[in-house]
């Protein structure tokens, strides 16, 4: 299989603190790079944890609160000095070029450099990206602002051929991609072989869902249900539930509540207070609801 | 004497690397603090270097480059959050607040906090800011857009009453303030005594200069003539003193001879391009010329 993970690059809510940076995270298939919000620091954490900043093509900006854009700005001129060609792709809210357009008035002429934006649709569900192996989806979150989620969806994988049956019936190479793709096969003697006969099943479809900053919010359960990895904000524990709904945010009690009521398979936990000094208490808080949640901290993978 | 010293948040030019964030610094006197530039992650450096970003509230930006300024926006959510209140004064080109209010457009309303923006003159040398202890002026610098140094200067000390002649002549205590700030004083006799012999010279009046982005520019040796610390970027050694003229930046043995020429007591360098890994190098080649040079690294603390 290919390797699919999330990397954080932030963990904190509004707020740094001398272990977390402002929201950010890299999602990584097949050594493709996606970029999930940039907050402030963004490339100096890139670096950190070694991940190439020139690979990045796509950056995906849930809202325009300063902790989940401030590290935009540098980052694109960090990928300007070193040269990067193309373009780069935003999704976001359709306000942000024009902010970033009078912040970026200063820095040089790009070449062959170009920055690409996306206005997302904060209403509907919708499809902003889709390649060879990905597709990914934004939906609607519930913040101050209008905000979004994120979903990458591996695309459905071939099946798998059966070095046995390959060799039992001779099938020759040119007609192997066909019944990887669910083609039946005819023998020399005219006998038709169903695919499923030829092949093992395909590698299981992962997806990972981001969603930050919102208020628990069920309305999104069938948008995430199953999903292998599910980010979920918990900026505060439950014992502050009346804050969280008065800032749109969740407490990791809720974050739970919506994994196990999604069956998710694993839950990470993140965009925390910076008054929460250790999140421990915010991880057990969540255990108890769904055991199978992490928190988040900078510089961790999370590999579906 | 009262603290006087120069803290270095960041020491990179245009691209951070893992040991060096961009261009910030710290002046404090007397627990006074001034922020010089501020690149993106300052906020970061504050609290890492353990600074109370509460302290701060004025702030010197020598130009509208993003390695200066692209901490701005989260260094002021950060202290609107935390509830600052007054004014926060920051001192730059004209355009800085355009740009600047474009980018905060979705940080909540600050209820007691505002900015305040100062336009520099980017012609002639200006006094942008004098308070109870401390004047600082701008003045040009050339690099590729508009640029200033800056120079922070004690403002006179008074004079020190010498305990032994307070108590030979039994000095009012309501007469010491006048005699500190160089009055005679009258004895009951009708004798008049002169301010010099009652008292001890005042202390030295420290002076701290702030020169970067800029080619070497002969012109501010004047103004930075005899100063106690010279900071100059030296973002290139000097074999590549061609790619400095055509950036606009200096090299080590460049800043050396400008600290040479002007006679200050200590130099140090900084805005290192990311290309050196050690910056050693430009520290030798610049002690050549000018022995007591440093180099900046982020967190060093430097004492006038």
């Known amino acids: 299989m290919l390797t699919f993970s999330v990397t954080i690059l932030g963990s904190s809510s509004a707020q740094p603190t001398l272990t977390r940076f402002p929201t950010s995270q890299v999602v990584s298939l097949n050594e493709r790079l996606y970029l999930v919000d940039c907050g402030e620091g963004t490339q100096i ?10 690979k990045i093509n796509h950056i995906f900006i849930s809202h325009l609160h300063g902790d989940h854009i ?3 700005p540098g980052l694109i001129s960090t990928m300007a000095l070193a040269g990067k060609k193309g373009e780069l792709h935003i999704y ?11 912040l970026m008035k200063y820095i040089n002429e790009f070449d062959d450099f170009k920055v690409v934006y996306h206005p997302l649709n904060f209403r509907k569900r919708a499809v902003i990206l889709e ?19 994120f979903i990458f969806s591996e695309k459905p994988h071939e099946l798998r051929l059966r070095p046995d049956k390959i060799e039992q019936f001779d099938i020759p190479i040119k007609e192997r991609v066909a019944i990887k793709g669910g083609a039946s096969f005819q023998t020399s003697e005219g ?5 499923q006969e030829l092949t093992f099943p395909a590698d299981p479809v992962r997806s990972y869902a981001f969603c930050t900053d919102t208020v628990c919010r069920k309305q999104i359960l069938p948008i995430i249900r199953k999903v292998d990895l599910l980010y979920h904000e918990a900026t505060f524990a439950h014992d502050l539930s009346d804050l969280a709904l008065k800032t749109y945010h969740t407490t990791a009690t809720q974050a739970a509540e919506l994994a196990r009521d999604a069956e998710v398979n694993k839950l990470v936990i993140g965009h925390f207070s910076s008054r929460y000094k250790n999140v421990a208490s915010l991880v057990d808080e969540a255990r108890v609801v769904f055991p199978n949640t992490f928190a988040a901290n900078d510089g961790d993978r999370f590999e579906l």
Chains 1, 2 share one sequence.
């Not at 976001?92 to 009078?102: A, F, G, I, P, R």
């Not at 006998?191 to 695919?195: D, F, K, M, Q, V």
């Open 70 to 72: 401030f590290g935009l």
């Open 191 to 195: 006998e038709i072989i169903p695919s």
């Open 131 to 149: 390649d060879s192996k990905l597709i990914v989806e934004s939906f609607p979150l519930k913040h101050r602002i209008p905000c979004c989620g």
């Open 92 to 102: 976001s809210h359709s306000e942000l070029k024009m902010m970033m357009e009078h």
């Open 45 to 54: 954490q890139l670096r950190k944890f070694g991940m190439k900043i020139g």
